[in-house]
Nanobody, 117 residues
């Protein structure tokens, strides 16, 4: 059974930084890609950043370009999201997503990031 466990969320002042982690376990098939999404109160879940597991380009939504960095540790089956220059509008629950080579998608339970002004 695939499990994704996010950590690293919390309360931070505007301009501060946080680093989110997402550890994957129970994988039967190879990972194709991992991504971060976020859901602000009363809003839909939106894409934040993604990468392919074998290297290549990374992808970001426009609002986080230059401030957030997605990275991975293949040996630990972990993906990270370094978030700098945080803004109050970054406040959301951040979810980790994994897609395996069959195309099956898995989700973590999320970690809350709150940015105070």
């Amino acid at each position: 059974q695939v499990q994704l466990v996010e950590s690293g969320g919390g309360l931070v002042q505007a301009g501060g930084s946080l680093r989110l982690s997402c550890a994957a376990s129970g994988l039967t098939f190879r990972t194709a890609a991992m991504a971060w999404f976020r859901q602000a109160p009363g809003k839909e879940r939106d894409f934040v950043a993604a990468l392919t597991w074998t290297g290549g380009p990374t992808y970001y939504t426009d609002s986080v370009k230059g401030r957030f960095t997605i990275s991975r540790d293949n040996g630990k089956n972990t993906v990270y999201l370094q978030m700098n220059s945080l803004k109050p509008e970054d406040t959301a629950v951040y979810f980790c997503n994994l897609r395996d080579h069959r195309g099956t998608s898995y989700w973590g339970k999320g970690t809350l990031v709150t940015v105070s002004s």
